[in-house]
């Protein structure tokens, strides 16, 4: 996210009309799109006290990571035991870099 301040002289000497151009220009991307499809997978992990929450974690991204695709993703998780805990990991493959976005902004 980008804050850019503006004085009160400056509002006052622009139009209204301006202003929204001025802003328009300003949303746009410089240069090349940052969404170029070269990073269409993401991978995590986390530990759990049980299986079951570990198992619970799996299905929760699961459904998150199939609520935002448009073509199937391919997704594949372990869940390991550890001394006192249990290790998920998770790796999905989505058809497009703009669903990866969607699937981080989905899980916060």
Known sequence: MVFVF???E???SKT???KADEARNM???KGD???DNTDRQIA???VYDSKAQAKQAVEFFTQKA???ETEACQIKSEI???EDSFLMQMWIEFSCQAEVVLFQMAVR
Do not use: G, T
């Open 6 to 8: 503006i004085d009160e």
């Open 10 to 12: 400056y509002k006052m």
């Open 16 to 18: 209204l009309q301006q």
């Open 27 to 29: 949303c746009k991307l």
């Open 33 to 35: 799109s940052m969404l």
């Open 44 to 46: 995590f992990e986390a």
């Open 66 to 68: 199939k609520s935002v």
């Open 80 to 82: 390991q035991p550890l």
